[in-house]
């Protein structure tokens, strides 16, 4: 038996015990995944999973939406318009995400990937279409499908993050 204060008493887990990072406990805000309100003109969704090597789903991972470009490393604050150039969203335990935004200004949108066992976000681009681009223009049809979301509904667009394996999605340097 141990006594209170003593060294044989049971100690609560720290975090140099427990494995990390935990990006769902303080990150997401309240409607961190709608860039534009409900009912906004031309809203869309971009829908999906974020899967592991294995095909399993990653149930802890968060997502940055990014529009515009990401070398200005600014947030575009809602205005009185509605609008947001970020938006940010924890994955649900089978994995999947959306986001309510509106088409980008230019042929893609940027997406940051945070997961447990990366050191650093993955960064990848969300394409609503493909079509003639320096990026896509360099790489073979089957890593260029990654980078494609796909239409599922009017409106509703798939895309799925792969971190490993077969059809691992096409990550940039960050």
């Known amino acids: 038996m141990y006594q209170e204060g003593s060294l044989d008493a049971p100690m609560a887990p720290t975090p140099?015990?427990?494995?990390?990072p935990f990006f769902s406990h303080a990150l997401p805000y309240d409607?961190?995944?709608?860039?534009?309100?409900?009912?906004?003109?031309?809203?869309?969704?971009?829908?999906g999973r974020v899967l592991d090597g294995a095909g399993e789903p990653v149930p802890d991972a968060l997502l940055e939406l990014w529009m515009g470009t990401m070398g200005t490393r600014r947030i575009l604050l809602r205005t009185g318009t509605g609008t947001a150039g970020f938006g940010?969203?924890?994955?649900?335990?089978?994995?999947?995400?959306r986001f309510r935004t509106i088409r980008p200004s230019v042929?893609?949108?940027?997406?940051?990937?945070?997961?447990?066992?990366?050191?650093r976000p993955m960064l990848t681009r969300i394409y609503l279409q493909d079509g003639p681009d320096p990026l896509l223009d360099?790489?073979?049809?089957?890593r260029?499908?990654?980078?494609?979301?796909r239409e599922r509904s009017a409106g509703v667009y798939g895309f799925d993050v792969r971190l490993q394996g077969e059809e691992e999605t096409v990550f940039l340097g960050t």
């Open 88 to 97: 940010r969203c924890a994955t649900t335990p089978d994995g999947s995400y």
């Open 144 to 149: 260029r499908a990654t980078l494609i979301a």
């Open 107 to 119: 042929p893609y949108m940027l997406l940051l990937v945070f997961a447990r066992g990366l050191l």
């Open 16 to 20: 140099s015990k427990t494995f990390g």
């Open 138 to 142: 360099t790489l073979d049809p089957g």
């Open 31 to 47: 409607g961190d995944w709608e860039l534009v309100p409900e009912g906004h003109p031309g809203a869309i969704e971009i829908r």
